[in-house]
């Protein structure tokens, strides 16, 4: 969109937000699964015509903006405006469901329109009525929101941001540039972190509205940069030079608070990038198990060799675990928002983290047909060859709300604070097992519940000696999960060993030790096992009464299985299961190949919940 086009929907936005698309939208579905089948009931099934025409786009590096006019002409984007400002986000899991099933059809169309949450959630958070009122307005009408924290020569390095927010009379000036910003250019509103005091340091930056009719030609956006993967998406940045703003009406939270408003935002869009991922490895399980099913090699099935049929399974063993640990995160912004200091960077660096391995254990098993953009399987047709599009596609997200060692520093950071909790064991509070729990509805999401640092640790891992010794009681009644309890007991002492270690960590900021980031990469396979467990065995039985998720995967607690089998490979170098182990691994993961097989055949979501694509509904 070109800057024209973005100030006349900006000005129609704000003349008359009824008159949008966004009427089309439908109120808010019961769970997660609903929204997503309702998203793909409205966007139609997918024409193979599509990955031809999506991958001369993304060779041509054009803004997929037939897809964005799509997914506003049903409105999604009421789904990323809270239900108390006029939208339809009454719960982050269906959001976090919708936001999956568009990324599982292509990531750059998921991208280009998810940016806008990122952009308006600093609103939600930190906002007063009147701005919540305008940007929810904007939103509404499909008006593309931007969020402006990196710079070129700072990078994550906000503190060291140089655009500047200094008075000048009345007014408030903003200076400098920001870089690789999504939809800098395309943005009709954007958030900018700005330093208000000379000085900086985390008391010295604000957070400020700027809105591109009013902003004028003082803000100027920069060239798109040329990526690998989303090759579409609007990727550049742009220059402040002297934008004048109402320091009352513009500034979003105190004086003084841009960054830990930022940080606070950065919990709730860093749980949600996960969905992103699971979305990425939706389309890649499906492709992979497509290919799986039809290819013979050696005169018979490929998915007889014994290697191949493991890697398949231990791929999807490994998204259903990702899938567990995203849910529970996602739920618990409304039943345990306290906590997501420590759950949200976890699960934003391990599940893009575990998907980007995911996915090259699949390019291998796919071989050469990995990289062709022609060929399927059998298959040769234009554009029917999406694979190599997924995993570069991909490869960003882990950038996306702070990169890999971002996230493990952030827990890092928190070591000490880990240590004390884990030697003052506690009981879990209530909203831990009501995140868990499936079946359970949730409270409304209250941002202002969110913390910087979660004082009583992580209520995950003060569980867990406890749901292992849980699985021990039902173990004793149904054997078949006795090598499910064996391996949450050897979970829980080795992740009482891992608080140990962090425990005794130094902690010198910045000069913290390489061993102490490794520590803090085992930390969140911990958290993930222990999410696991967790939620097994509080949605296990409400699954299977109401038939929610496959059997085959509920029952006996086989994904489970698998999982803690996938968490354990993380935590200790060389793993290996002994004979016993191995057998009963043997046919779980058989069994979870089935359950993939069944599910990409029936055009449903690789998933431990029932959620048909629109070719079934």
Known sequence: MNPAATDHATNAAADNVTDTAADAATDTVSTPADAAEDLERRLGPVDPADAHVRDLADEREEFPQADVDALDGIGLARHYVPVEHGGLLRDYPSTAAMIRAVAGRDLTMAIAHGKTFLGAVSVWVAGSGEQAARVAGLVSAGVPVSWGLTERGHGSDLVAGEVTAYPDGDRVRLDGEKWLINNATRGGLVTVLARSDPAGGPRGFDLYLVDRRTAGDSYRPLPKVRTLGIRGADISGFTLDGVLLDPDADRVGAPGSGLETVMRSLQLTRTLCATLSLGAADHGLAEAAHFAADRRLYGRPLLDLPAAGRTLAECY?????????????????????????????????????????????????????????????????????????????????????????????????????????????????????????????????????????????????????????????????????????????????????????????????????????????????????????????????????????????????????????????????????????????????????????????????????????????
Do not use: C
């Open 317 to 617: 063993a490994d998204h259903l675990l990702h899938e567990a640990f995203a849910t529970l995160a996602t739920r618990a912004i409304h039943t345990l928002p306290g906590e997501l200091g420590i759950l949200a960077p976890a699960v934003k660096y391990l599940v893009p983290v575990g998907t980007e391995q995911l996915l090259a254990r699949l390019r291998r098993l796919l071989g050469a047909r990995a990289w062709l953009r022609d060929v399927r399987g059998t298959e040769v047709s234009p554009g029917v060859g999406v694979f190599q599009k997924i995993e570069r596609d991909h490869r960003i997200v882990s950038l996306f709300d702070g990169n890999t060692v971002v996230n493990l520093n952030s827990l890092v950071s928190q070591f000490p604070l880990l240590g004390r909790a884990h030697r003052r064991p506690r009981p879990a509070e209530a909203g831990l097992y009501r995140a868990a729990d499936l079946g359970a509805p949730l409270p409304p999401a209250d941002p202002s519940r969110l913390r910087l640092m979660p004082t009583r640790g992580a209520g995950l891992l003060h569980d867990l000696p406890a749901a292992a010794a849980q699985l021990a009681e039902l173990a004793a009644e149904n054997g078949r999960l006795t090598p499910i309890a064996e391996s949450a007991r050897s979970l829980a002492e080795r992740t009482g060993e891992l608080l140990e270690d962090v425990a005794e960590q130094p902690i010198v900021p910045p000069d913290v030790p390489a061993h102490a980031f490794d520590l803090a990469r085992r930390l969140t396979w911990a958290l993930a096992g222990a999410a696991a467990v967790r939620l097994w065995l509080d949605s296990h039985s409400h699954v299977s009464r109401t038939a929610l998720g496959p059997e085959s995967l509920w029952t006996d607690g086989r994904w489970l299985h698998a999982a803690l089998d996938r968490v354990h490979t993380r935590l200790v170098a060389g793993h290996r299961p002994t004979a016993d182990e191995e057998r009963a691994l043997e046919e779980t993961y058989a069994a979870l190949t089935g359950e993939l097989l069944r599910q990409t055949a029936g055009h449903r979501f690789p998933s431990l919940l029932h959620t048909r694509r629109a070719e079934a509904l």
